[in-house]
């Protein structure tokens, strides 16, 4: 049985990260799930509904999750690194908004591989 790689930064684990979302359909699914997130945070503060903060981790989980599940087939990198995971998931909503996410995850494969 291999062991699993120990990641001791977030810079370290951002790759492995990247290559775990090589699927187009799956980071779609975690952008439309983190846009989804912003979306509710700024609706709960402008109407003030804070029941409304309840739906953030479902909609950004969700998404990410079906990703996971149903097209990558892989088990999410948030049961292992949670914090390093939810980091990595603004960075990389953050590169596919800025045009970098291609650039991004061949340099994350040639780390891996």
Known sequence: ???????????????????????????TLHFI??????AILVAAI???????????PVCGYGFAWVGHFFIEK???????????SLGSDFVMFW???????GKKLEEAKKTIS
């Open 1 to 27: 049985m291999a062991t699993e790689k120990k990641y001791k930064s977030f810079w370290s684990f951002y790759p492995y990260y990247l290559t775990e979302h090589s699927d187009l359909t799956n980071r």
């Open 33 to 38: 799930g983190t846009a989804g997130l912003f």
């Open 46 to 56: 402008a109407l003030q509904k804070w029941w409304m903060l309840a739906l953030i």
């Open 74 to 84: 892989n088990k999410p990198a948030t049961f292992t690194y949670p914090l390093y």
């Open 95 to 101: 590169h596919t908004l800025t045009g970098q996410i």
